[in-house]
């Protein structure tokens, strides 16, 4: 069975920003997790490059559409390649594949019964891409998420019958494994529990849109076509557009990872298209928090986003990985703070593993031939170190296929904390001037190199790079494929030449607001 995992298609209307990067970032870690665990992982991203939102950006700048939308999608992909992002499909809308498959779902979707002729008339935000509800001021109607203006719509479209899939929904997200974290089921229930209408799927005076099929001047609703671009990156193998492939391409996706903002798309809308074109529904739908910035929203007109090209520049792939895995509970909202942010990374994982590492083997090199100690008696399972590593193994690999990072993070950081207390407690430094504590500081330094193995091995789905660090530090290969028995104790071979030890981590030192 392969695992999918996707992040949203992100909009081409604006260069990418910090929060796209966070979904990225922890669907780039639990991906490398799969990996860990089981030899078939898909991860995809990619851009939603249609629509009006887009349309009008691209006039705005006076490009072209499609000029537009290829230099966006460019940002979007140097972006993911600069923080190390592992996916393996890339899915752009405006790929002409991807049209064909629009085509054949919708006409699927018709076949079942499901599209019909009706009028849509309502209050429309481009910048949500979506119809609101009555608005609270009827004479200056405003989006409560965007606070702009809404467009009154009148026209004919195509609707999807989604009041026909009342039921099949109603129980679908009654289920307690499909939307997740458990704190946003009720919402959708509740959005499910007062009636589903039918939606339009056609746009009548949007021409940077999917043409519909048979429907001469209409394009597709930009979601329409956007949910569908899941399907379309599992074929994007080289072989037919075909529904039938999808099964043994990849589908259902295993988890969909999405921000609150867009989870009725993927909770509601979704599973109904895809249960009236008889397809599987994807396993599991994440809707994770939203970043603010030092208790704000961010937003262009406060003038305060954090661009995730700077981010990078300035504090490195690591930094920013930590802070936002180990600090947010994935699925709440949370907010970026440079102090802590600074405060986290330098005490982590510059003070804690980073030094740790250092000076331990600093020691081992200075009293035992600049290589890993030999052992004696006490360093095997019983270990206290290695009783807390079993521990700490066990917490991570229950964590993190629920997307609990920051469990995750802190249990291994945890293991450091304990193999650091171990040094102090054991204090080599002055046993070594001691006569006949040979054996018992090697022992002592051997099960502090272990346990500091072990945290790198535990790092490479969250700090992939530091992991990589850690490890050659310590003579070994990264880790890259099944790491089960990586994780085991006793890992680390005595004798094992250590080079000299050079900083894992460099302390981040920001005198100036990122
Ligand atoms: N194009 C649609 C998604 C289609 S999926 C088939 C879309 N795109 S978007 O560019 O607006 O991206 C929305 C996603 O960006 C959110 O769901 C979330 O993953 C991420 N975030 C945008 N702003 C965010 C924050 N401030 N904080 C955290 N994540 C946020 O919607």
């Not at 298209?273 to 397809?279: I, Q, Y």
């Not at 300035?314 to 990985?321: F, I, K, T, Y």
Request: net charge negative; glycine share 6%.
């Amino acid at each position: 069975m392969t695992y999918t995992l996707t992040t949203p298609l992100y909009y081409v209307n604006d260069r990418p920003h910090l929060g796209s990067t966070y979904t990225t970032i922890a669907c780039d870690a639990l991906a490398r997790f799969q990996r860990l665990q089981q030899d078939s992982v898909l991860f995809i991203t990619g851009v939603d490059e249609h629509g009006q939102k887009i349309q009008r950006t691209a006039e705005a700048a006076g490009v072209s559409p499609q000029i537009h939308c290829d230099r966006i999608s460019d940002s979007y992909r140097d972006l993911w390649r600069r923080w190390d992002i592992s996916q393996d499909r890339f899915i752009r809308t405006t790929n002409p594949r991807h049209r064909q498959l629009v085509e054949q779902f919708y006409l699927r979707v018709k076949a079942s019964g499901d599209v019909v002729s009706g009028r849509q008339t309502g209050w429309y935000c481009v910048a949500c891409e979506e119809y609101k509800d009555e608005p609270d001021d009827a004479d200056s109607p405003t989006c409560p998420i965007h606070q702009r203006e809404l467009e009154w719509r009148d026209e004919e479209n195509l609707f999807f019958r989604l009041s026909r899939y009342q039921e099949a929904i109603e129980t679908l997200v009654a289920r307690d494994d499909f939307i997740a974290p458990a704190s946003r089921r009720q919402e959708i229930r509740n959005f499910v529990a007062q009636g589903l209408r039918d939606f339009s799927i056609s746009r009548a005076n949007v021409a940077w849109g999917l043409p519909v099929p048979e429907q001469s001047g209409h394009t597709f609703y930009v979601w329409f076509d956007a949910l569908l671009g899941y399907l379309s990156a599992l074929l994007d193998d080289g072989g037919e557009i075909e529904l039938s492939r999808l099964e043994s391409n990849g589908w259902p996706a295993s988890i969909h990872v999405i921000g609150k903002d867009i989870l009725r798309f993927h909770a509601v809308y979704w599973p109904a298209m895809l249960m009236s074109a008889g397809l599987p529904l994807p396993k599991r739908v994440f809707g994770h928090g939203f970043l603010t910035r030092e208790g704000q929203k961010m937003g262009k007109s406060l003038g305060n986003v954090l661009d995730p090209e700077r981010l990078l520049d300035r504090c490195g792939v690591d930094a920013v990985r930590w802070y936002l895995l180990r600090d947010i509970q994935f699925g709440d909202d949370g907010d970026f703070q440079q102090q802590r942010f600074i405060d986290l990374v330098n005490n982590d994982l510059a003070n804690t593993i980073g030094n740790l590492l250092n000076r331990t083997s600093s020691m081992a090199r200075k009293w035992f031939n600049d290589a890993v100690p030999p052992r004696h008696g006490n360093s095997g399972e019983k270990h206290p170190l290695a009783i807390q590593a079993t521990k700490t193994i066990h917490i991570v690999m229950g964590a993190l296929p629920e997307l609990a990072f920051k469990q995750a993070a802190e249990a291994i950081l945890q293991l450091a904390i304990a193999a650091n207390g171990h040094l102090n407690d054991t204090a080599p430094w002055s046993r070594m001037k001691q006569p006949g504590q040979e054996s018992s500081v090697a022992d002592d330094l051997y099960v502090v190199l272990e346990a500091a193995r072990i945290v790198a091995v535990l790092l490479t789905p969250l700090l992939p790079d530091l992991s990589e660090r850690i490890l050659n530090q310590l003579s070994l290969a990264p880790v890259s494929d099944q790491w089960d028995e990586q994780l085991c104790w006793g890992g680390l071979r005595p004798g094992t030449p250590l080079p000299k030890p050079s900083p894992v981590m460099q302390r981040l030192e920001l005198d100036e607001p990122l």
